[in-house]
T-cell receptor, first 112, second 116 residues
Framework: KQEVTQIPAALSVPEGENLVLNCSFT??????LQWFRQDPGKGLTSLLL?????REQTSGRLNASLDKSSGRSTLYIAASQPGDSATYLC???????????FGTGTRLQVFP | SAVISQKPSRDICQRGTSLTIQCQVD?????MFWYRQQPGQSLTLIAT?????????ESGFVIDKFPISRPNLTFSTLTVSNLSPEDSSIYLC?????????????FGPGTRLTVT
C-alpha cells in the first residue's frame, strides 16, 4: 500500500531564506508526482508535475526533484516571501491503484 | 489545464439535513473525483465519478451517505446526507487531464461545510 510522508510537518522561516520541503513515498511504481499549494480553507493549486521518467521540474522560484528509486522528492523554494505562506502537499499517482495518494503536508510560514 | 468551480463555497448546516455540492468544469473530462479534507488532515478520496456509470466508492464511503451524480462530461454533484458534526470538512472536486500523456489533476476551490 502506497504511503506518502512529508517532513517537516511545519516550518517557520524569515523572508529571503531558501528552503527545502521533503516528500517520501513507499512504492516507486508511480506515473508522476505533483506538488500542490493550499491556502487556509481553500482548494489546491498545482505547482509542479514531475513525470516518473523526469528528474526535476522548475517554475519560477520553485524547483522540484524526483528520485523514484529511493522514493523521494524535494521542493526547493528560493528567496522565500511572506506570500509563500501556505500548506504544501505532495501527491503520487500510483500505478497499482490509479489513484492520487496525498502526503500529510508541510505548513509553511514566512515572516517579514 | 482545467478550470473548476464549486457551489456553494461554504455552508453551515444542521445535523440530520443534507447538502448538495456542485462541481462544474470548463472542458469535457472523463474522470472526476470527490475528496474530503477533515480539519488538520490531508485529502481522502471519497469516490470516482464517471459519466454514464455509477460512481466508484473508496473503502469507508457508501452511496447512501455520499450519493453522486454525473449527468455529463462537465458537471457532477456530491450530496452529503444525514449530516453529523463529523461531516464538517472541506469537500473538493477534481479532474484528471490525461491529454499528452501527462496525468495531471486539477482541483476546485472547495466547499467548506460546518455541521452544527
Amino acid at each position: 500500500k502506497q504511503e506518502v510522508t512529508q517532513i517537516p510537518a511545519a516550518l517557520s522561516v524569515p523572508e529571503g531564506e531558501n528552503l527545502v520541503l521533503n516528500c517520501s513515498f513507499t512504492d516507486s511504481a508511480i506515473y508522476n508526482l505533483q506538488w500542490f499549494r493550499q491556502d487556509p480553507g481553500k482548494g489546491l493549486t498545482s505547482l509542479l508535475l514531475i513525470q516518473s521518467s523526469q528528474r526535476e521540474q522548475t517554475s519560477g522560484r520553485l524547483n522540484a526533484s524526483l528520485d523514484k528509486s529511493s522514493g523521494r522528492s524535494t521542493l526547493y523554494i528560493a528567496a522565500s516571501q511572506p506570500g509563500d505562506s501556505a500548506t504544501y502537499l505532495c501527491a503520487v499517482l500510483s500505478y497499482n491503484t490509479d489513484k492520487l495518494i496525498f502526503g500529510t503536508g508541510t505548513r509553511l510560514q514566512v515572516f517579514p | 489545464s482545467a478550470v473548476i468551480s464549486q457551489k456553494p463555497s461554504r455552508d453551515i448546516c444542521q445535523r440530520g439535513t443534507s447538502l448538495t455540492i456542485q462541481c462544474q468544469v470548463d472542458s469535457q473530462v472523463t474522470m472526476m473525483f470527490w475528496y474530503r479534507q477533515q480539519p488538520g488532515q490531508s485529502l481522502t478520496l471519497i469516490a470516482t465519478a464517471n459519466q454514464g456509470s455509477e460512481a466508484t466508492y473508496e473503502s469507508g464511503f457508501v452511496i447512501d451517505k455520499f450519493p453522486i451524480s454525473r449527468p455529463n462530461l462537465t458537471f457532477s454533484t456530491l450530496t452529503v446526507s444525514n449530516l453529523s458534526p463529523e461531516d464538517s470538512s472541506i469537500y473538493l472536486c477534481s479532474v484528471e487531464d490525461r491529454s499528452g500523456g501527462y496525468y495531471e489533476q486539477y482541483f476546485g476551490p472547495g466547499t467548506r461545510l460546518t455541521v452544527t
